[in-house]
């Protein structure tokens, strides 16, 4: 059997047979079909019987990921969804645009559908577990984002499509070969970095006057939080930019004290399940250190920050049921070319923005999908 790290289970098809005779053998079976002449073939060896229960526990996690696949096209059982996400199962448009879109495509869950959806509510070290659980349930289908949590699925199967939403740099984080042949067993939408970041920093300095120097808050358990993206957007948008550090909510105090101490104008908080379940107390940092904070998720707006830049989640998900329909349909995960967000959404709060006496242009107010009163 073979193991990723930390022991967890990888099922990367097979790749090597053991061969019918050696399991015949193995089985005291005979071989071939009845016969007269039928000869009992010697017992197996020490080593065949070895690469025989390797090759069974390979053959076997390759089945979890497409056998169930071919049992449910000839049973005509529903086909299992698997949603990995490291928020909560509280109810959001993300998920009911997901489910909205699979009906308009002809699929009626509870029918033609079932949806496995797991939650780490935060716990980013949860991720791996529920990933597992997706695999031993049998999905047929996993959409998981965004990279943390697509990160995590691809660590427990190589088989089982996986459907990005939301990812970074899937090249960069080698989950795929290229945008427009992935390859093996991940698609779904990506977002170019550093470009999108060049975007949330200039939108920063038309909020800030004068504004030459950017905090970014990253945690470096996150794989896609790079800090030659940041200085790659930076150079873009023209501004300088210092990085600061967070694992987890106790390390968020001397982040911030960083910052000030930076002589920071204005801070990007890049998008984290930590950062996510504790957006309050980012938040209520920010407008402490009296910096102009911008989040990556309307949810974060709404919690307090001054603004939310970054793909409608709604859109995301509408679209990655697309992905999930050719998929069940039979198209292969690999050869389905990779898509960018065509969509962004940007809240504007104004009570946060009058608490820091900023100003909000009107031509930034008017490109605002939702402003916050």
């Known amino acids: 059997m073979n193991l990723g790290q930390h022991g967890m289970v990888v099922d990367r098809g097979v790749t090597h047979g053991t061969g019918v005779a050696t399991f015949l053998r193995a089985c005291g079976c005979r071989a071939g079909a009845p016969s007269t002449s039928d000869v009992r073939l010697p017992p ?18 390759f089945a979890l990921g497409v056998a169930s696949a071919v049992t449910a096209q000839l049973t005509g059982t529903p086909y299992r969804i698997g949603v990995l996400s490291a928020e909560s199962a509280a109810p959001n448009r993300a998920g009911e645009a997901f489910r909205e879109g699979l009906k308009a495509l002809g699929w009626a869950e509870g029918q033609s559908v079932l949806i496995e959806a797991r939650f780490a509510d935060g716990h980013t070290e949860r991720l791996a577990a529920l990933a597992l659980d997706l695999v031993r349930s049998e999905v047929q289908v996993i959409v998981a984002g965004p990279s943390t949590v697509a990160h995590a699925a691809r660590r427990v199967t190589a088989t089982i499509p996986i459907v990005m939403a939301g990812v970074g740099n899937p090249i960069k984080l080698g989950f795929v070969d290229s945008l427009s042949h992935p390859g093996g067993n991940m698609t779904g939408l990506a977002m170019p970095l550093p470009e999108s970041e060049a975007k949330s920093f200039r939108l920063l300095a038309e909020l800030v006057p004068g504004l030459n120097r950017i905090a970014v808050l990253v945690n470096p358990d996150n794989p896609l939080h790079d800090v030659k993206d940041a200085e790659a957007a930076a150079k873009l948008a023209g501004v300088q930019v210092m990085v600061a550090r967070a694992r987890k909510p106790e390390d968020f105090p001397a982040a911030f004290a960083m ?71 039979g198209a292969q995960a690999g050869d389905l070319p990779i898509e960018q967000p065509t969509k962004f959404e940007l809240v504007i709060n104004m009570k946060a923005a009058k608490a820091l006496g900023l100003t909000i242009p009107q031509s930034v107010l008017l490109r605002a999908d939702q402003v916050i009163e």
């Open 44 to 61: 197996a060896t020490p080593t065949e019987m070895s690469m025989l229960l390797i090759g069974f526990a390979v053959g076997l996690a």
């Open 259 to 329: 910052m000030v101490k930076a002589q920071a104008g204005a801070l990007s908080i890049w998008e984290d399940p930590v950062f996510s379940r504790y957006r309050v107390s980012l938040v209520d940092l920010a407008m402490r250190s009296r910096l102009p904070s911008m989040f990556k998720s309307s949810a974060d707006a709404s919690a307090g920050g001054l603004v939310a830049y970054g793909p409608d989640l709604v859109d995301l998900h509408r679209r990655a049921e697309s992905y999930v329909d050719k998929i069940l349909k």
